[in-house]
């Protein structure tokens, strides 16, 4: 067997990244090569997994400590954001990111030919949402794998991307998509003009990305897929049922008085981290329950005093190694938590602020997988009514256990790593 070596390049969040360094691992128990390409923050992240990878500057360079007080100053400077509708936050938080997108685009422009050239794949795997021509002019097949939700692959029939609009709420979808193309249009006039110089057509409006010819990788799992108008090419679009990776096994802490109580794990992601004051207020009405709660409260340890005593708080969890062990999850909506909450069958309150959380909030409930609550707008006997319900109500139970077992069959990152091998054959 010649061994391949296979490129991943996904987008500088921690979703994306773990989704592909599941496939990655498939990759090699293979028996072939996986390397990723990265933005300098996220090398050691790949590193620490044991895989090599390839700096490629998304921005201007500066150094590390620098580079992580921008994106807490982004994220803290749009908390006001957070409990905005989708809508109402294109004008905002929605189009400072897409600028900041089309930019990485640009600036990796400058570094990838080179570090392709360097590597030479056998084939390319792209987890982001913008285009970057040089993977096109490369040569070799290229593979869009969508981490976010399903909907970043538009269609008419479903809502529209970070919308959270419901599945048939057809004004919610038009209102939305009108508002995104009306603030948009300045962003996606310059990046048309970007790839003209690069010798590629422009996008129609609203459009940054597009599928491969080769092979898309959905994420996404089909118990919780939209009704299409036009139903994917499934020669060309494979549904994964979630990509989660390795990890070492994880030890429950003691929770003296309470080892009999549910347990429930609460996070928001890395950036969700930086809303304390959010997360001091779920602390505080777990503290009135009886559940047993783990909080991961990100970089942002240093800012909690006393600590419930049913209530522990840690910096980062192993998730697929403590989610299978927890009666409930309180998210924030990232696909990653999303799909892996629903890979081992655990029922999710989702609280989202952005992105594909919208989305995922609004489909956990639509799907009966979940609940949806409003980031901020809640009282302490709704969330602890809600996280109640989710360890007894029967139904929710017997769903999420109908679709557990259909993703574990699945087998997704063995799938993916199946059809990518497959392309240059």
């Known amino acids: 067997m010649v061994s391949k070596t296979i490129a991943f390049f996904p987008e500088a969040a921690f979703g994306p990244a773990l989704n592909s360094v599941g496939i990655a691992q498939a990759v090699e128990k293979f028996g072939h090569k996986a390397v990723f390409l990265s933005d300098p923050g996220f090398l050691e992240v790949y590193q620490g997994y044991g895989f090599e990878a390839f700096p490629v500057n998304l921005s201007e360079p500066m150094p590390p400590e620098q580079m992580a007080k921008f994106w807490e100053d982004f994220i803290n400077g749009h908390i006001p954001n957070f409990g905005k509708a989708p809508v109402d936050q294109i004008g905002n938080y929605v189009k400072d990111c897409w600028e900041a997108i089309v930019d990485s685009a640009k600036w990796a422009e400058k570094d990838l030919p080179g570090v392709l050239a360097n590597i030479r794949p056998d084939v390319i795997c792209v987890d982001n949402v ?25 269609d008419d029939g479903i809502p529209p991307h970070l ?29 048309n003009e970007f790839l003209r110089s690069t010798g590629e057509e422009p996008y129609p409006i609203g459009q940054f990305f597009e599928a491969s010819p080769y092979l898309n990788l959905l994420l996404y799992p089909e118990p919780v897929k939209f009704n299409r108008s036009m139903p994917l090419d499934p020669n060309l679009f494979q549904y994964l049922e979630g990509c989660v990776r390795q ?19 609460v996070s928001f992601g890395s950036l969700g981290a930086g809303d304390v004051d959010l997360l001091k207020r779920v602390i505080a009405a777990l503290g009135n329950s009886n559940f047993r709660a783990l909080v991961n409260v990100g970089d942002y340890k240093d800012q909690y005093g006393e600590i419930p005593s049913n209530v522990r708080i840690d910096s980062w969890y192993p998730q697929p190694s403590l989610i299978p062990q927890v009666d409930a999850v309180i998210h924030h909506g ?38 949806k609550l409003p980031r901020y707008d809640w009282a302490e006997s709704e969330l602890l009514e809600k996280i109640q319900r989710c360890v007894d109500d029967s139904a929710m139970q017997e769903k999420l256990r109908s679709t557990s077992e259909h993703m574990k069959r699945s087998s997704g990152p063995e799938t993916a790593a199946r059809l990518i091998l497959d392309l240059n054959e």
């Open 130 to 154: 913008v285009l970057f021509p040089a993977i096109k002019r490369y040569g070799s097949p290229w593979v869009r794998i969508i981490s976010c939700s399903e909907n970043e692959i538009e």
């Open 163 to 191: 919308s959270g609009c419901g599945e048939t709420d057809f004004a919610c979808h038009r209102r939305f998509r009108e508002r995104f193309n009306e603030v948009i249009k300045p962003i996606h006039d310059d990046f």
């Open 247 to 265: 990890e070492d096994p994880y030890d429950l802490p003691d929770f003296p008085g309470f080892e009999n109580s549910p347990l429930v794990y």
């Open 334 to 371: 990232g696909n990653n938590t999303f799909t892996e909450c629903l890979y081992f069958g655990k029922p999710a309150i989702i609280m989202p602020y952005v992105w594909d959380g919208h989305d995922n909030s609004t489909r956990v409930q639509e799907t009966g997988h979940g609940f």
